[in-house]
């Protein structure tokens, strides 16, 4: 596609309860990265997957996430036993290379509220 | 963790130039320095980037310090769409390095 697609755009969840987050990164990008952001905060980076290398999963707060990337394109983000902290935007972004010199392409991200 | 420093906000005059600093006075020799924006309700749209010379493209322009310590986005005619958070990162390309944002600078311009 011409972006970097995420869905769903919102999504609300009761506590406890598992989600995931989807990611269609721009055809080709071998590098994909998930941030997410809490209201009025910056941006706290989570995982980072580059090509057929193991992710980077320096960045998740707990073992209730996970992410996966299937065939190098689409990621899905995984919370399980979803908390009231964990609601805040999910940013994914892609880049063609992790060398990239024109940075990133991030999609619109997806506003994940936990009831 | 976030190698900058910006002030967190500024304002601007519509139609003025918009300079936005950034300091970043540990930066290494092979690290970039990136700036990205975003818009309420957006994901960070890319705008420019330079290694120690200045860079000009149809959005900004960046002006490097010659130590390489700091750094100045300029948006040469400012308009309210460009009320925005900007950020100011500095990366190794080509290392498996992730970007680090920081607090940023909330920009708003006004009429």
């Known amino acids: 596609g011409a972006g970097v697609s995420q869905s769903p755009s919102n999504k609300v969840t009761e506590k406890g309860k598992d989600v995931e987050l989807r990611c269609d990164p721009i055809?080709?990008?071998?590098?994909l990265y998930w941030y997410r952001q809490s209201l009025g905060q910056g941006l706290e980076f989570l995982i980072y997957?580059?090509?057929?290398?193991?992710?980077?999963k320096s960045g998740l707060p707990s073992d209730r996430f996970s992410a996966e990337r299937t065939g190098g394109s689409v990621s899905t983000l995984t919370i399980q036993r979803t908390q009231q902290e964990d609601s805040a935007v999910y940013l994914c972004a892609s880049s063609l290379t992790d060398g990239d010199n024109y940075g990133y392409t991030f999609g619109s991200g997806t506003r994940l509220t936990v009831v | 963790d976030a190698k900058t420093t910006q002030p967190p906000s500024m304002d601007c005059a519509e139609g003025r130039a918009a300079n936005l600093p950034c300091n970043h006075s540990t930066i290494s020799g092979n690290e970039y320095v990136y700036w990205y924006r975003q818009i309420h309700s957006q994901g960070p749209q890319y705008i420019i980037h330079g290694l120690k010379n200045n860079e000009t493209n149809e959005m900004a322009s960046l002006i490097i310090t010659e130590d390489r310590k700091s750094s100045t986005l300029i948006l040469p005619h400012a308009t309210l769409r460009d009320t925005a958070v900007y950020y100011c990162?500095?990366?190794?390309?080509?290392?498996?390095?992730?970007?680090?944002f920081g607090s940023g600078t909330k920009l708003n311009v006004k009429p």
């Open positions: 055809s080709g990008h071998t590098a």
């Open positions: 997957f580059q090509g057929n290398s193991a992710p980077d």
């Open positions: 990162i500095v990366r190794v390309v080509g290392d498996f390095n992730k970007f680090y």
